[in-house]
């Protein structure tokens, strides 16, 4: 089994930055691919960004493409979302994912990751 804990949610007017973490256990994080998620109120969950295992490859939904950056540090198990520029459409809980497999067709997927975190809310005022 994987666990995975969010932090760094918060309130944060627009045009500011945050940073979320993913700090993963349970399991040999560099063989894990990850993924952030978002679940607005009354939408469904949707993409926001993948990672390879070494972090040489990365995905990003067309609606955060320039502004999020997605990495991971293998030493620490974490995988972070830096968020700038930040809209008040970015409100919503973030979600962060997880993956054994060797095999991942769609990484834009919510049903490759098998592993989900508790979430943590984002918060960006007008």
């Known amino acids: 089994q994987v666990q995975l804990v969010e932090s760094g949610g918060g309130l944060v007017q627009a045009g500011g930055s945050l940073r979320l973490s993913c700090a993963a256990s349970g399991r040999t994080f560099s063989s894990l691919r990850m993924g952030w998620f978002r679940q607005a109120p009354g939408k469904e969950r949707e993409f926001v960004a993948a990672?390879?295992?070494?972090?040489?490859?990365?995905y990003y939904a067309d609606s955060v493409k320039g502004r999020f950056t997605i990495s991971r540090d293998n030493a620490k198990n974490t995988v972070y979302l830096q968020m700038n520029s930040l809209k008040p459409e970015d409100t919503a809980a973030y979600y962060c994912?997880?993956?054994?497999?060797?095999?991942?067709?769609?990484?834009?997927?919510?049903?490759?990751?098998?592993?989900w975190g508790q979430g943590t809310q984002v918060t960006v005022s007008s």
């Open positions: 994912a997880a993956t054994a497999s060797p095999i991942v067709t769609s990484p834009q997927s919510k049903g490759e990751y098998p592993y």
């Open positions: 990672i390879g295992r070494s972090g040489g490859v990365t």
